[in-house]
């Protein structure tokens, strides 16, 4: 049995990147994840301009090596479009040049980021990284502290403090958290790659579609390299189930039936097959720590509940769970009460910007709305590079919940 200070469950950007975090800290860790890398993980694939700014804290070469990898596609911006077909683009950046500035953005499969995470974790003599490795129990001490086991009740690592990234259906968040699912703030998605989708952006923006015939859900399509694209579609769980909604029939559907998709996707094939996954939205604040254990990204339910990004939420968690746990070793307490300084510094980072978003998925309930703000968008610059800053700055995203906003829109 390995003994240890902190063990991170989960390999994925939250884990990878607490234990990067650390290992600049000069603090040991040991990484555990039940996969073999470089896996797939279902997933969008896009990786926003605040996934960019945590790869440069870890350190600030990255994004420029992220750049020089073949599997990332430089991305500069959002298409929302609105259920009257009104587009809404949002650049990441304001009067990019492709050609000379660093991309805000990227999009690529997440077996080849997650891998190049990976590899800066394989780099750091400070973190025992190993794979292969399924934790089915976590057993308490007395003094404090978890003893993991795999299925067949094999002690495999006791630990003063778990930083808990492994994922959605993490067994940890469920059982020993206490964190239960909840349909109102769960959303179910499914994704498929694609090859030969014609239409794609030039400056490879990202596209989000609210058909009138599928909210509240809304389909995307991601470009990615070699020609391929990502192509899914999402729906709030309660919405799924009150509706009685067979998402893969109505992915289906839509591209054979819209006419818009219809064309672009005449000569399109898929090259994977047509997989769901869940996504926890940070739509309410949950407890998010506990004696001896920090839950990160997925596991922690910090997705954006508009968007469904959950890379940089994830990094973001992270990042402020080393900076917990360099404090819970410098004051050797692992307590309940000394862990909120975690919940406090991930909400005071994410919280006004997922409260926000979860105004803006209610918005899908007045489509109507939503279409007069792109269609007036869509014939004014103005109002667009006005829009396009306040969903690039939380701050001004306020304005979306004020309804003299939306009186300004109507009645000017």
């Not at 500035?101 to 190993?130: C, M, N, W, Y």
């Not at 993991?148 to 808990?164: E, F, I, N, R, T």
């Not at 996707?265 to 769901?276: H, L, P, W």
Request: glycine residues 8%; proline residues 5%.
């Amino acid at each position: 049995m390995h003994k240890t200070d902190i063990c991170i469950l989960g390999a994925g950007p939250a884990g990878a990147t607490a234990a990067l975090h650390l290992a600049n800290k000069g603090i040991p860790s040991l990484l555990l994840d039940k996969a073999t890398f470089p896996r797939d993980k279902i997933c969008g694939d896009a990786l926003s301009g605040k996934v960019v700014n945590e790869l440069r804290r870890i350190a600030p070469e990255l994004p420029a090596q992220l750049g020089e990898q073949q599997e990332a596609l430089p991305s500069w911006g959002i298409h929302f479009i609105s259920p009257g077909g009104h587009k809404l683009s949002v650049p990441f950046m304001y009067n990019y040049n492709p050609e000379q500035d660093t991309p805000a953005g990227f999009i690529s499969k997440r077996i080849h980021f997650d891998d190049f995470l990976i590899e800066q974790v394989r780099q750091r003599p400070e973190i025992g990284f190993r794979e292969n490795v399924d934790v089915a129990k976590y057993e308490r001490m007395p003094e404090g502290g978890f003893i993991l086991s795999d299925k067949q009740g094999q002690a495999l690592v006791q630990a003063k403090l778990l930083l808990v990234a492994n994922g959605a259906q993490s067994g940890f968040t469920r059982h020993v958290a206490g964190l239960e699912q909840e349909a109102e703030h769960y959303c179910a998605g499914l994704r498929a790659y694609y090859k030969g989708v014609a239409g794609m952006d030039a400056d490879n923006f990202i596209e989000l579609h609210f058909f009138k015939d599928f909210l509240p859900g809304y389909f995307w399509i991601f470009p990615l390299p070699n020609g391929e694209a990502n192509v899914g579609v999402g729906m709030l769980s309660s919405a799924v189930s009150r509706k009685k909604v067979n998402l893969k029939k109505e992915m289906q559907r839509m591209i054979a039936s819209h006419s818009e998709l219809k064309k672009r996707f005449a000569n399109a094939e898929v090259v994977d097959d047509i997989r769901g996954f869940g996504l926890p939205l940070g739509s309410r604040k949950r407890i998010i720590s506990g004696d001896n254990y920090m839950l990160l990204g997925d596991a922690g339910a910090l997705i954006d509940p508009f968007t469904g990004e959950g890379i940089s939420n994830a990094m973001i968690s992270g990042r402020w769970a080393a900076e917990q746990a360099a404090k819970c070793l410098q004051q050797q307490d692992f307590s309940a009460q000394f862990m909120q300084g975690y919940d406090k510094a991930v909400y005071n980072r994410l919280w006004k910007e997922l409260r926000l978003s979860r105004h803006l998925q209610k918005l899908l309930r007045y489509p109507w709305l939503f279409d007069v703000v792109a269609s007036r968008a869509s014939k004014s610059q103005a109002l667009a590079e006005t829009i396009s800053c306040m969903l690039n700055d939380v701050d001004l995203r306020e304005r979306f919940r004020q309804p003299s906003f939306y009186a300004k829109l109507l009645f000017n």
